[in-house]
């Protein structure tokens, strides 16, 4: 894709998701043109990162819900009584 520097700004965002995504971009800027390409040209699968997550099953989260529903309402009735 080639632009001009100033559709590349108002762009530049989306432009850069496209870079990430191996999609050289092309601008000219002063007369010159210019290419934009990623340094390793890596997918964006390979920027994931691993998260820390706890399992827990359905029961306790029904449970953690309704303990959670009960401290919001009592919560809710002491402010509303002020």
């Known amino acids: 894709m080639s632009m001009t520097a100033t559709e590349l700004r108002k ?6 998701d496209s ?7 092309d601008f000219s800027y002063k007369g ?3 290419r934009i390409v ?4 890596t997918s964006k699968l390979a920027r994931l990162r691993p998260q820390k997550y706890t ?4 029961r306790e989260m029904e ?3 309704a303990k959670m529903s009960e401290e ?3 919560d809710w009735l002491a402010k509303w009584d002020k």
């Open 55 to 58: 399992l827990v099953s359905e």
């Open 11 to 16: 762009k530049l965002f989306p432009m850069l």
């Open 72 to 74: 919001l309402q009592a």
């Open 32 to 34: 010159q043109q210019m």
């Open 38 to 41: 990623t340094e390793t040209g």
């Open 19 to 25: 870079v990430a995504g191996g999609n050289p971009v």
């Open 63 to 65: 449970t953690d819900a």
